[in-house]
């Protein structure tokens, strides 16, 4: 099982990017707990399109998202050199499957932009920021709480 | 100040234990009202002692008045002047329950119970000589005046008698620094006192010996002051030296009466005393007695006078089990673990069989080292969840004695198996509806004491609470000696409900079964007791709730015995692994009630899709569990097992499942923390290899199946 973990550091505006077919993305590396190799899912009945399943993670249950399914992309047929990035946001835990990670990046004030009126796009209510890369990469920032699925007895979304 | 409220919290519960301590002492003493035994009344009193000294140091006027007024009574009892007989232990048992609500109150901060005013007028009249007078009752609401603090409510006037104090100091005394003189003084202060000096072993000044004693005292006090102060004068030095205090009864009588001693049993010769039959006692009996007290009157009280055995001042603990309070988390944390521990063993298990290692024996022998030690780990730390039932079955006695005050039946409440433990949420979670269960048996079981007499049964009613351990449930029993179900009314009031057909056939369980239908209330007027619109149907569903069972059996004109079958942890379940469209899934064993191969049995179709199989006389309708998830269905039934599940009390259902894999204990993992309710699944759990498997919630799959179509046959009973 390929695992890694990430140092976390006490700088905000670290960012872990990852691929997503050919887009980039980048979440906030405070919420990142780790990454780890994929391996096959329990799959939950009833589970919209985007929850590949649920994994074991010493002991806890982790759903994992398929983000290219959530955001409106062709569903990932996942095999074992995707990623899945743990993630931790308001005490709830979930994996997010994505193609691979790239890079731990320092973000400065200025690369980040708004996102620019894109028509209604499903990807687009899920990105918060766009942010540019000196190889001439656009990040785009993803939004965790309208990531994730809904938690604590209510219907996952 | 947090230190202050760390203290509080401290004495709130050290109260709950010296609560369960009196309510222990209680339920014995009811069981032998007339003649209690003398170390329960000693217990109960030093724990009602214990809670007044701790509400003092923290203000609590209430809860010390209270208190106060309770341990003159049970202080009474203990010293033999008071019998309260039958009579008296419901007061007893009601003030209880009032300090209970007391320390409660003060805990939360909320105000007093109402009935505390009648409580303490009850045990007023009790420490008055049990209450004999009716009349007195006419006065008695006038508030004690509890403000001084050892203010014997028995006796208003209490005689100023005294006591005769001989007092010989050891040399120690002095080495330690003790004036006797000042000793003496205070002592003279509690009243007035004649201090005779005893130089009989003085010696001569040629012959004296600096580092020996020769001094002693005697004292005659003539006080109204209790014999608490005069020991709390002389306990500091009780050690240092020779006391000895006889109650005063006449001036005249001085050390000729029989003494009380409070000495060790090492006495030396030395101090003048009459040892005599009582001093003899005092060594045979190595048990505490009741000290007749100085204020007994009159000459009664000296032939009889016992030892005392124990300053009351300082109360004894009665030996507890030692334990430690620890944060539910890191218990819960500690099991965690071990559920890694023990699948990171499976792991391992075939990570080398796997890696099929030539001559494997050591290996394989320390792999089975670990499995067994995993196991053994996982079993003590579910125990240190796992509490006595004890606590539960101690506030049904209440629930009862409201119960039987409420209905005005005579009701008395047995447990047995109390010190069986079962996981801490189970019993948490058990207390709601056992007093459903109780209330509704003391309510409906119990018939009223007319009634009982007219057949021949004692009058007082019997509940019986019983819990036992039987193949890894607990078992708790509800016993009433009562009426049992009046089926034919029950029926009745069924049909009327339109909750069975007219005329339909019923076993006599089923109608029995019908008390747990939703919407169902028997009695005929709504009591104010258990006619609140919540049946037993609520009972039921709390204990499925908690993975367990409840059933009923009656016997008319010989009572009804409800019992409840739970798991003994929810952290542990034991289910078949079974293969629902390639996933292994859990279905919880205890609703499984046989596995059968469709092939062997005739399946009957209803209409284009609804399928049924005949099993016992029933016909059972057939889900397949695989489409109800959403997967690919089963297919063919005859490729498919049947498991039938029970999913409500008596009805059946059969699951379609492709396969079944194994029967084992797995460890329930939450999927609602991370993710959300799934429908038709319960929880997780991991299984050896790692991965999760869903545990199917019977019940729920029924209900969704209903929903979806509600073609669905309801054929419970042919």
């Given at each position: 099982?390929?695992?890694?973990l990430?140092?976390?550091?006490?700088?905000?505006?670290?960012?872990?990017s990852?691929?997503?077919?050919?887009?980039?993305?980048?979440?906030?590396?405070?919420?990142?707990r780790?990454?780890?190799?994929?391996s096959?899912?329990?799959?939950?009945?009833?589970?919209?399109?985007?929850?590949?399943?649920?994994?074991?993670?010493?002991g806890?249950?982790?759903?994992?998202?398929?983000?290219?399914?959530?955001?409106?992309?062709?569903?990932?047929?996942?095999?074992?050199?995707?990623?899945?990035?743990?993630v931790?946001?308001?005490?709830q835990?979930?994996?997010?499957?994505?193609?691979v990670?790239s890079?731990?990046?320092?973000?400065?004030?200025?690369?980040?932009?708004?996102?620019?009126?894109?028509?209604?796009d499903?990807?687009?209510?899920?990105?918060?920021?766009?942010?540019?890369?000196?190889?001439g990469?656009?990040?785009?920032?993803?939004?965790?709480?309208?990531?994730?699925?809904?938690s604590?007895?209510?219907?996952?979304? | 100040?947090?230190?202050?409220?760390?203290?509080?919290?401290?004495?709130?519960?050290?109260?709950?234990?010296?609560?369960?301590?009196m309510?222990?002492?209680?339920?014995?003493?009811?069981?032998?009202?007339?003649?209690?035994?003398?170390?329960t009344?000693?217990?109960?009193?030093?724990?009602?002692?214990?809670?007044k000294?701790?509400?003092?140091?923290?203000?609590?006027?209430?809860?010390?008045?209270?208190?106060h007024?309770?341990?003159?009574?049970?202080?009474?009892?203990?010293?033999?002047?008071?019998?309260?007989?039958?009579?008296?232990?419901?007061?007893?048992?009601?003030?209880?329950?009032?300090?209970?609500?007391?320390?409660?109150?003060?805990r939360?901060?909320?105000?007093?119970?109402?009935?505390?005013?009648a409580?303490?007028?009850?045990?007023?009249?009790?420490?008055?000589?049990g209450?004999?007078?009716?009349?007195?009752?006419?006065?008695?609401?006038?508030?004690?005046?509890?403000?001084?603090?050892?203010?014997?409510?028995?006796?208003?006037?209490?005689?100023?008698?005294?006591?005769?104090?001989?007092?010989?100091?050891?040399?120690?005394l002095?080495?330690?620094?003790?004036e006797?003189?000042a000793?003496?003084?205070?002592?003279?202060?509690?009243?007035?006192?004649?201090?005779?000096?005893?130089?009989?072993?003085?010696?001569?000044l040629?012959?004296?010996?600096?580092?020996?004693?020769?001094?002693?005292?005697?004292?005659?006090?003539?006080?109204?002051?209790?014999?608490d102060?005069?020991?709390?004068?002389l306990?500091?030095?009780?050690h240092?030296?020779?006391?000895?205090?006889?109650?005063?009864?006449?001036?005249?009588?001085?050390?000729?009466?029989?003494?009380?001693?409070?000495?060790?049993?090492?006495?030396?010769?030395?101090?003048?005393?009459?040892?005599?039959?009582?001093?003899?006692?005092?060594?045979?009996?190595?048990?505490?007695?009741?000290?007749?007290?100085?204020?007994?009157?009159?000459?009664?009280?000296?032939?009889?006078?016992?030892i005392?055995?124990?300053?009351?001042?300082?109360?004894?603990?009665?030996?507890?089990?030692?334990?430690?309070?620890?944060?539910?988390?890191?218990?819960?944390?500690?099991?965690?673990?071990?559920?890694?521990?023990v699948?990171?063993?499976?792991?391992?298990?075939?990570?080398?069989?796997?890696?099929?290692?030539?001559?494997?024996?050591?290996?394989?022998?320390g792999?089975?080292?670990?499995?067994?030690?995993?196991?053994?780990i996982?079993?003590?730390?579910?125990?240190?969840?796992?509490?006595?039932?004890?606590?539960v079955?101690?506030?049904?006695?209440?629930?009862?004695?409201?119960?039987?005050?409420?209905?005005?039946?005579?009701?008395?409440l047995?447990?047995i198996?109390?010190?069986?433990?079962?996981?801490?949420?189970?019993?948490e979670?058990?207390?709601?509806?056992?007093?459903h269960?109780?209330?509704?048996?003391?309510?409906h079981?119990?018939?009223?004491?007319?009634?009982?007499?007219?057949?021949?049964?004692?009058?007082?009613?019997?509940?019986?609470?019983?819990?036992?351990?039987?193949?890894?449930?607990?078992?708790?029993?509800?016993?009433?000696?009562?009426?049992?179900?009046?089926?034919?009314?029950v029926?009745?009031?069924?049909?009327?409900?339109?909750l069975?057909?007219?005329g339909?056939?019923?076993?006599?369980?089923d109608?029995?079964?019908?008390?747990?239908?939703p919407?169902f209330?028997?009695?005929?007027?709504v009591?104010?007791?258990?006619?609140?619109g919540?049946?037993?149907?609520?009972?039921?569903?709390e204990i499925?709730?908690?993975?367990?069972?409840?059933?009923?059996?009656?016997?008319?004109?010989q009572?009804?015995?409800?019992?409840i079958?739970?798991?003994?942890t929810?952290?542990?379940?034991?289910?078949?692994?079974?293969?629902?469209?390639?996933?292994?899934?859990?279905?919880?064993?205890?609703?499984?009630?046989?596995?059968m191969r469709?092939?062997s049995?005739?399946?009957?179709?209803?209409?284009r899709?609804?399928?049924?199989v005949?099993?016992?006389?029933?016909l059972?309708?057939?889900?397949?569990?695989?489409?109800?998830?959403?997967?690919?269905?089963?297919?063919?039934?005859e490729?498919?097992?049947?498991?039938?599940?029970?999913?409500?009390?008596?009805?059946?259902?059969?699951?379609?499942?492709?396969?079944?894999?194994?029967?084992?204990?797995v460890?329930?993992?939450?999927?609602?923390?991370?993710?959300?309710?799934?429908?038709?699944?319960?929880?997780?759990?991991?299984?050896g290899?790692?991965?999760?498997?869903?545990?199917i919630d019977?019940?729920?799959?029924?209900?969704?199946a209903?929903?979806?179509?509600?073609a669905?046959?309801?054929?419970?009973?042919?």
């Amino acid at each position: 099982m390929r695992q890694m973990l990430i140092e976390h550091t006490p700088d905000q505006s670290d960012v872990v990017s990852f691929r997503i077919g050919d887009q980039d993305y980048c979440i906030d590396i405070d919420v990142v707990r780790e990454i780890r190799g994929w391996s096959p899912t329990t799959v939950l009945p009833h589970s919209p399109p985007h929850i590949t399943g649920v994994i074991n993670l010493r002991g806890t249950v982790v759903a994992v998202v398929d983000l290219a399914a959530r955001l409106g992309l062709p569903q990932t047929v996942p095999t074992p050199r995707h990623v899945v990035i743990i993630v931790s946001v308001n005490s709830q835990t979930v994996g997010l499957l994505a193609d691979v990670v790239s890079d731990i990046l320092g973000i400065d004030e200025g690369s980040v932009k708004p996102v620019p009126d894109v028509g209604p796009d499903p990807t687009r209510a899920f990105i918060t920021n766009l942010i540019t890369h000196d190889d001439g990469r656009i990040l785009r920032k993803l939004d965790m709480d309208k990531i994730l699925p809904r938690s604590a007895g209510g219907q996952p979304s | 100040m947090p230190q202050r409220d760390d203290l509080r919290a401290a004495f709130f519960e050290e109260c709950e234990d010296l609560l369960a301590q009196m309510g222990d002492g209680l339920a014995l003493m009811s069981d032998a009202a007339d003649t209690p035994e003398l170390e329960t009344l000693h217990s109960v009193f030093r724990a009602v002692h214990s809670i007044k000294g701790g509400a003092g140091a923290f203000g609590l006027n209430g809860l010390v008045d209270f208190a106060h007024a309770f341990e003159t009574v049970l202080d009474l009892m203990r010293s033999g002047r008071l019998s309260i007989g039958s009579t008296g232990m419901p007061t007893l048992l009601r003030a209880y329950d009032v300090l209970s609500d007391l320390v409660a109150a003060a805990r939360d901060g909320v105000t007093e119970p109402s009935s505390m005013a009648a409580i303490l007028v009850e045990l007023d009249i009790l420490a008055d000589g049990g209450g004999a007078d009716e009349e007195d009752i006419e006065f008695v609401p006038v508030p004690l005046d509890l403000s001084l603090p050892f203010a014997s409510p028995v006796e208003p006037e209490p005689a100023p008698l005294g006591y005769m104090i001989a007092f010989a100091p050891s040399a120690a005394l002095y080495l330690a620094g003790h004036e006797p003189a000042a000793l003496l003084r205070a002592l003279v202060r509690l009243g007035s006192a004649r201090v005779i000096p005893d130089t009989d072993e003085v010696s001569p000044l040629a012959a004296f010996d600096p580092g020996s004693t020769a001094l002693r005292w005697q004292l005659e006090l003539s006080t109204c002051a209790s014999r608490d102060e005069v020991d709390a004068i002389l306990d500091t030095v009780s050690h240092l030296a020779d006391v000895m205090i006889a109650p005063l009864v006449t001036h005249a009588a001085g050390m000729e009466e029989e003494a009380s001693t409070q000495s060790r049993p090492s006495l030396p010769d030395q101090v003048p005393s009459e040892p005599g039959p009582i001093a003899s006692l005092a060594m045979s009996n190595s048990d505490p007695v009741p000290v007749m007290e100085a204020r007994v009157k009159g000459m009664d009280a000296a032939p009889a006078s016992p030892i005392r055995g124990q300053p009351e001042a300082t109360p004894v603990q009665m030996p507890v089990a030692s334990t430690i309070r620890v944060n539910l988390d890191r218990v819960d944390r500690l099991i965690n673990q071990i559920g890694e521990l023990v699948i990171m063993e499976a792991m391992l298990s075939q990570a080398i069989t796997n890696a099929q290692i030539e001559d494997g024996g050591d290996i394989a022998n320390g792999l089975e080292g670990i499995k067994n030690l995993a196991a053994s780990i996982q079993e003590s730390v579910m125990s240190i969840r796992a509490q006595p039932l004890k606590p539960v079955f101690q506030r049904m006695q209440r629930i009862t004695r409201e119960a039987a005050d409420a209905t005005g039946k005579s009701v008395r409440l047995q447990t047995i198996g109390e010190g069986n433990e079962v996981d801490k949420t189970v019993i948490e979670r058990l207390v709601d509806p056992l007093t459903h269960m109780i209330r509704n048996s003391v309510d409906h079981g119990i018939e009223t004491a007319e009634r009982r007499r007219s057949v021949g049964k004692p009058a007082e009613g019997l509940i019986t609470l019983s819990a036992a351990h039987r193949s890894g449930r607990v078992i708790i029993d509800i016993t009433d000696d009562g009426a049992g179900i009046d089926r034919a009314r029950v029926r009745q009031i069924a049909e009327e409900r339109g909750l069975v057909a007219p005329g339909a056939h019923l076993a006599p369980s089923d109608i029995d079964n019908l008390l747990f239908m939703p919407g169902f209330s028997s009695k005929e007027e709504v009591s104010a007791l258990s006619g609140r619109g919540v049946g037993l149907d609520v009972v039921r569903r709390e204990i499925q709730a908690l993975g367990g069972r409840v059933t009923i059996q009656s016997v008319p004109g010989q009572g009804t015995t409800f019992t409840i079958a739970l798991p003994l942890t929810l952290a542990v379940l034991e289910g078949m692994l079974i293969d629902v469209g390639g996933e292994t899934m859990v279905l919880p064993l205890s609703s499984i009630v046989e596995t059968m191969r469709p092939a062997s049995v005739q399946v009957q179709y209803l209409g284009r899709a609804a399928r049924m199989v005949a099993s016992r006389g029933a016909l059972i309708p057939i889900i397949d569990l695989a489409e109800s998830f959403g997967f690919d269905p089963v297919g063919p039934l005859e490729q498919a097992i049947l498991i039938i599940v029970e999913y409500d009390a008596d009805r059946c259902v059969a699951l379609a499942v492709n396969q079944i894999h194994d029967q084992r204990q797995v460890v329930i993992k939450s999927l609602e923390d991370n993710y959300g309710d799934v429908p038709g699944i319960s929880a997780a759990t991991i299984l050896g290899d790692g991965r999760i498997a869903l545990i199917i919630d019977p019940e729920e799959i029924v209900q969704s199946a209903a929903a979806e179509s509600l073609a669905l046959p309801h054929v419970a009973n042919g």
